[in-house]
């Protein structure tokens, strides 16, 4: 568990909607914590509680219960006036990017800044300064119409960041965005963080998101955070079925297990059929060079992936061990007292 002393902290946190006769609780029992300088990812399916929980955050929606502790201000505890307040230091962008049609790209991002004390000069200079840094400065003068997705979006954060705030929360920002936009938004939030070190909470349901600038990722199923921890970790060690679903995503391997499930493979390999996963400085080659010159085993290697994350290496490895029975079962004991994580996988078609 990270420290308990982070810039947003969610204690005990439900949020129950009473609808048409009905009871939905969105957000059950959750508690989070984000360091300054986070880039935290929220991933879960739709309907997980994602949007309900970071809402919290700025109170934007009021917990059942629970306590909301922001730059170690309890908001819950603030009058109206000091909540305003506080809610200028968290930034927020939206997957339909809100902006109003009516105005420029100049006076979208001015209309934040209108209660600020600034002198007109002054809001322009920030406005030049904010609309450069998210690469727009040739279009103060457009509308929004004017604009493509990835453009609109980039108006969305300049205007989040008018007030100058800490924290920035990014709901779903990039799903209405192709994919190479997307990648491209993602490397300005992260890069807000790097330069600006604004902490940044991210939802999303895209692994792909999460893996490019996240350092910290909690789970959500049902309303509740079943499993929460670094990049590397939840990558390279998944503990809940879910979370190795969303890992499998990212990968590919869920995908290539299915194929050689269904297509006509299954039926022609032989031996025991193994993933590995690992963090660091294990490589696939030389594991199964060394399985071959320890125990004479064969690894027929099926798929494999290295990627770097974060400055480390994460590697997963899906290969058919064949030999003498008694070998190959002295070399999965032997990956197994390795710093690998090692799963034996059925050939039968798993029912869906
Ligand atoms: N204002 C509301 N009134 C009633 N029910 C709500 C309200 N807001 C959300 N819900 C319900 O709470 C649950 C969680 O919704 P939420 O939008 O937080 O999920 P999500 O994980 O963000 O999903 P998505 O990715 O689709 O936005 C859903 O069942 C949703 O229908």
């Known amino acids: 568990m990270a ?28 508690s989070i914590n984000v360091n300054k300088g986070d880039v935290f990812g929220v991933i879960g399916y739709s309907g997980a509680g994602k949007s309900t929980l970071v809402r919290v955050i700025n109170l934007l929606q009021k917990p059942t219960s629970g306590t909301v502790i922001v730059n170690n201000q309890n908001l819950t505890k603030l009058s109206a006036k000091d909540l305003r307040k506080s809610r200028r230091n968290i930034g927020m962008i939206f997957q339909h990017f809100n902006l109003m049609n009516s105005l420029t790209v100049y006076g979208n991002v001015d209309f934040p800044l209108r209660d600020s004390n600034l002198s007109k000069a002054e809001r322009k200079q920030k406005i030049d300064k904010l609309l450069k840094i998210v690469g727009l400065a040739d279009k103060a003068k457009n509308y929004p119409s004017q604009l493509s997705g990835g453009q609109k979006q980039r108006v969305a954060i300049a205007r989040a960041l008018a007030n100058d705030p800490e924290i920035l929360i990014s709901d779903e920002a990039t799903s209405a965005l192709d994919p190479k936009t997307t990648t491209e938004i993602l490397d300005l939030l992260g890069s807000l963080n790097k330069e600006l070190g604004i902490t940044i909470v991210i939802i999303t349901h895209e692994m792909d998101a999460i893996k490019q600038i996240c350092n910290r990722v909690a789970v959500m199923e049902s309303g509740q955070l079943i499993e929460e921890g670094s990049l590397l970790s939840i990558f390279g060690n998944p503990k809940k079925q879910l979370t190795k679903d969303f890992v499998n995503t990212s990968t590919h391997i869920g995908s290539v297990l299915d194929e050689i499930r269904d297509s006509g493979i299954v039926n022609k390999l032989s031996g025991r059929l193994i993933e590995l996963n690992y963090i660091g400085d294990s490589t696939n080659e030389p594991i199964v060079v060394e399985l071959y010159k320890r125990f004479e085993v064969e690894a027929n290697i099926l798929f494999s992936n290295i990627e770097r994350l974060q400055n480390t290496t994460v590697g997963i490895m899906l290969f058919a061990l064949t030999g003498d029975d008694k070998k190959v079962e002295e070399a999965i004991q032997y990956l197994n007292s390795l710093n690998v994580n090692v799963k034996e996988i059925s050939l039968k078609k798993e029912g869906k």
Do not use: S, W, Y
């Not at 420290?3 to 959750?30: P, W």
């Open 3 to 30: 420290e308990q002393n982070g810039i947003i902290q969610l204690k005990d946190i439900d949020v129950t909607f009473h609808n048409e006769g009905k009871t939905i609780e969105a957000v059950k029992d959750v």
